[in-house]
């Protein structure tokens, strides 16, 4: 399994000034591939670094705010060649698709199938399996993942909450922090909730990204070097263009 960093930025402002980019995780395993979470500009990441989207088997959403969808109907329309080829299968949440939809209703048949996400249930794309988390406490419909029967885990954006370690048990852990400092009001992670979630864990690796400014300001990878020392864990912070194999 292989796993492409398309962006690391989290959050509007992040997002508004591309400091870093925000085009998601693309995912392979054999002849297989997805699209994750493609973001605004996630299209100019995969011509950037060369993957073909008409060679897309999937489009998978976490949720539906712009960050995690912004390029997801440009997406479509590349893996579809405009829709004149009909490929792949769109995987997201039922809001997505229902109230205040973020994928266009024109180009709706362009993918040969679209699945509504429900929590804590198994999918298969090709090669790649892998399981919805219980809903993240979040503002939309929102999931996190677990691919390969425990291979990569993926804890998208949430606030905490008690079993969020298990529902994501891995041996390798991509950690969306977009705080700094815990704020209880916002419904995102911070530091000290990834450093909880990697102690219960204890994967062979664990992966920050989905930066927020305050990380950003603080350096993704001092911050992930910090986290390493206290839990004697290996952490890394994500980025732009990282290729991890899993
Ligand atoms: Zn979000």
């Not at 039922?94 to 939809?101: C, E, G, I």
């Amino acid at each position: 399994m292989k796993l492409t960093f398309m962006g690391t930025a989290g959050a509007r402002f992040m997002v508004a000034k591309q400091f870093l980019a925000s085009g998601g995780l693309f995912l392979e395993e054999g002849g297989t591939r997805l699209c994750m979470d493609p973001g605004p500009g996630a299209v100019v990441q995969y011509a950037k670094r060369k993957v073909d989207a008409s060679r897309l088997d999937g489009i998978l959403i976490s949720h539906r705010h712009l960050d995690h969808c912004g390029d997801v109907n440009v997406m479509i329309e590349a893996m579809t060649e405009g829709g004149f080829r009909p490929r792949g299968t769109l995987f997201c949440p039922s809001d997505a698709l229902d109230s205040d939809p973020v994928v266009l209703q024109y180009l709706r048949g362009f993918p040969r199938e679209l699945v509504r996400l429900e929590p804590a249930t198994g999918y298969q794309l090709g090669e790649i399996s892998f399981r919805t988390s219980p809903r993240h406490p979040h503002g939309a419909e929102t999931y996190g993942f677990i691919f390969g029967d425990g291979k990569l885990g993926w804890v998208t954006d949430s606030g905490y909450y008690e079993g969020i370690a298990e529902d994501h048990r891995a041996e390798v852990l991509i950690i969306h922090t977009v705080l700094m400092d815990c704020r209880p009001e916002l419904p995102h992670l911070c530091i000290a909730d990834a450093e909880r979630i990697i102690r219960e864990v204890k994967p062979r690796l664990a992966v920050l990204t989905h930066f927020g400014m305050t990380v950003w300001r603080a350096h993704p990878w001092e911050v992930a070097e910090a986290l390493a020392q206290r839990t004697g864990i290996e952490v890394k912070a994500a980025r732009d263009g990282m290729t991890l194999e899993v």
